[in-house]
């Protein structure tokens, strides 16, 4: 039988914060975003700071690479920072190129999906 030393140690780099949220996603395809696609909805679950978990409503291959938006309530961007205020009318929007680590069937309807972060898009 074949032992694997590393199988269930955590390789993460950054924490995770748990955070119940909407995202759009739009798939890259041969690296640029497909004509007239509109951006499809999806679930955050958690994020940190190479990544996040979050559940979509169909099935990605591992490797596909996505835009995501993600809307913050109660943050404010302030060029490259980030700075809570926890006020309601501050909301700022993240844009990230993203690729897919891992995809499973979710509880319910949809699929959870592993992305790790390639990249920023002002």
Request: aromatic share 10%; proline share 4%; net charge negative.
């Amino acid at each position: 039988m074949a032992e694997y030393p590393d199988f269930g140690r955590e390789r993460r780099k950054h924490e995770r914060l748990s955070r119940d949220g909407r995202l759009t996603y739009e798939r890259l395809e041969d690296g640029r975003l497909p004509y007239s696609t509109p951006a499809n909805p999806g679930r955050l679950l958690d994020i940190g700071g190479g990544g996040l978990r979050c559940v979509l409503p169909e099935e990605v291959r591992k490797g596909d690479q996505m835009v995501i938006r993600l809307e913050f309530d109660g943050w404010k961007a302030e060029g490259d920072d980030w700075r809570y205020t926890g006020r309601s009318e501050d909301r700022s929007l993240l844009t990230v190129l993203a690729r897919v680590m891992w995809c499973a069937a979710a509880d319910g309807d949809g699929f959870e999906v592993g992305l790790c972060f390639t990249g920023r898009v002002n």
